[in-house]
């Protein structure tokens, strides 16, 4: 985790709202509701989304994250790279982040790429976290996609793969926390891939109040839409168990 600069030729006029402060709720709440989704043929079936962080690096990730955006000047942006092990190599996960003109932005370059450790292209990545080797695996969203202004491509990598960039109303979706102060819990407790809920206000803040009546059509929407992210969750987590048996079934040895 790191901060990169990337002024514009001839400018020196700010370009991002940092330096800026967030709490380890938000963070979390925000990081647990990325997912990647896979882009398939005309002719394929659609694959389930697959969230971008476990729980183990969203709890590595949050504390430092919160910290560069803290000491992050207008110029600068947030980078960072997961190295996790995977047999004799590595399994990287790279990208950056920034706010500008208040709103969230979010850059995934690659997502879970298995790399030998000797790869040169390795010591590119960690060197340009936003260098994407094979392209991001997908398009980066967000599970709760009333909040996602736009997503897109992302080049900043100068490289012949394209990262995937998403954009978030993120004030709108923190805005229940922000007025109820309300926890986070997780859904999972070990450290497969999973994410945190999001405050129990996001589904029940149209609720009962003393101001006016209760916006049931309002709190059906939010939990069908919370129904369907759970079920998001266990495709995800029975395509992860598929993938584990079918690498326990090649590790054992032919007699």
């Not at 999972?188 to 809920?197: D, I, K, N, T």
Request: charged share 25%.
């Amino acid at each position: 985790m790191r901060l990169d600069s990337f002024l514009d030729a001839g400018s020196a006029s700010p370009r991002y709202d940092h330096p800026i402060v967030w709490s380890d709720e938000e963070l979390s709440a925000v990081l647990s509701r990325l997912i990647v989704q896979e882009r398939v043929g005309l002719m394929d079936h659609a694959r389930p989304p697959r969230s971008v962080f476990s729980l183990e690096e969203i709890n590595l990730l949050v504390p430092t994250v919160r910290k560069s955006f803290q000491e992050a000047t207008p110029h600068e942006w947030i980078v960072f790279t997961l190295a996790g092990q995977q047999g004799t190599g590595r399994e990287i996960t790279s990208g950056g982040m920034f706010v500008e003109e208040g709103k969230l932005h979010l850059v995934i370059a690659n997502h879970r790429l298995p790399l030998p450790a000797n790869s040169p292209e390795l010591a590119r990545v960690r060197a340009n976290p936003l260098h994407s080797v094979q392209g991001s695996g997908g398009v980066l969203s967000f599970d709760s996609p009333r909040y996602v202004i736009a997503t897109k491509a992302n080049w900043s990598g100068g490289h012949r793969a394209s990262a995937s960039e998403v954009i978030l109303d993120h004030t709108e979706f923190l805005s229940p926390l922000h007025r109820t102060g309300s926890a986070l819990t997780s859904l999972h407790a070990g450290g497969s891939p999973g994410a945190v809920a999001a405050p129990e206000s996001d589904i029940r803040r149209s609720g009962p109040s003393s101001s006016g009546p209760v916006d049931w059509e309002g709190i059906v929407y939010r939990l069908r839409e919370e129904i369907e992210r759970l079920k998001q969750q266990l495709a995800e987590k029975d395509a992860e168990l598929d993938r584990l048996k079918r690498r326990e079934i090649r590790s054992i040895p032919t007699p």
